[in-house]
């Protein structure tokens, strides 16, 4: 590896390091939607299925079995913080669009999407559950909440996979 690739390779990891802990510091905020989205999380990476044969029928936790209230309605406190924790975690995306590869700055820009999803909050969710029901669907605001939470986490661990590779590929 010559010093350039080195160099490229420290740049790389220190941008997806920064981008990491700032996807990691928005999902926090949400309270008690994130923690239940992180005991499914934790309890399916325990069970060893694999994400990308399983089929929704198959997807069963734990935290599943159990009356985890969600709340309504973001807290106060997330409304609060989110927009600022959404501001450092596109400043932290911006080095990684810079530095790539496409295989790492895509997923980066989907945690960016469903941040500005979650953001949105309930008004955006109750529109979408409000035409699902138009369109026959049973879907309440706080399943699609709950969905995007999942999403977001999914696509954390997606960019830490393809960060890894491109890490790998760069001849860490």
Same mark, same amino acid.
């Given at each position: 590896m010559t010093a350039l690739d080195n160099h490229r390779h420290d740049r790389r990891k220190d941008a997806y390091l920064a981008y990491? %802990?700032?996807a990691r510091a928005f999902i926090p905020v949400t309270g /008690?939607?994130?923690?239940? /989205? /992180? *005991? %499914?999380?934790v309890a399916h990476q325990a069970s060893g299925t694999d994400l990308e =044969?399983?089929?929704?029928?198959? =997807?069963? =936790?734990? +935290?599943?079995?159990?009356?985890?209230p969600f709340p309504a309605e973001p807290s106060a406190a997330w409304r609060k913080?989110?927009?600022e924790r959404l501001h450092a975690l596109t400043t932290a995306f911006d080095r990684i669009d810079l530095e790539g590869p496409p295989e790492v700055?895509?997923? #980066?820009?989907a945690i960016i999407a469903s941040?500005? *999803?979650?953001?949105? #909050?309930?008004?955006?969710?109750?529109? /979408?559950? !409000?035409? !699902?029901? +138009?369109? @026959? #669907?049973? +879907?309440t605001e706080m399943d699609l909440l709950r969905a995007e939470a999942h999403h977001y986490r999914m696509l954390? @661990?997606?960019? *830490?996979?393809?960060?890894?590779? +491109?890490?790998d590929l760069s001849g860490s």
């Amino acid at each position: 590896m010559t010093a350039l690739d080195n160099h490229r390779h420290d740049r790389r990891k220190d941008a997806y390091l920064a981008y990491v %802990d700032a996807a990691r510091a928005f999902i926090p905020v949400t309270g /008690e939607l994130f923690r239940a /989205e /992180e *005991r %499914d999380y934790v309890a399916h990476q325990a069970s060893g299925t694999d994400l990308e =044969t399983e089929t929704l029928e198959q =997807t069963i =936790t734990w +935290a599943d079995t159990l009356w985890t209230p969600f709340p309504a309605e973001p807290s106060a406190a997330w409304r609060k913080k989110a927009p600022e924790r959404l501001h450092a975690l596109t400043t932290a995306f911006d080095r990684i669009d810079l530095e790539g590869p496409p295989e790492v700055i895509a997923p #980066g820009l989907a945690i960016i999407a469903s941040a500005h *999803r979650l953001i949105a #909050g309930s008004e955006l969710f109750a529109k /979408e559950a !409000e035409q !699902e029901a +138009a369109e @026959g #669907g049973s +879907a309440t605001e706080m399943d699609l909440l709950r969905a995007e939470a999942h999403h977001y986490r999914m696509l954390c @661990g997606e960019f *830490r996979k393809q960060a890894k590779k +491109a890490l790998d590929l760069s001849g860490s």
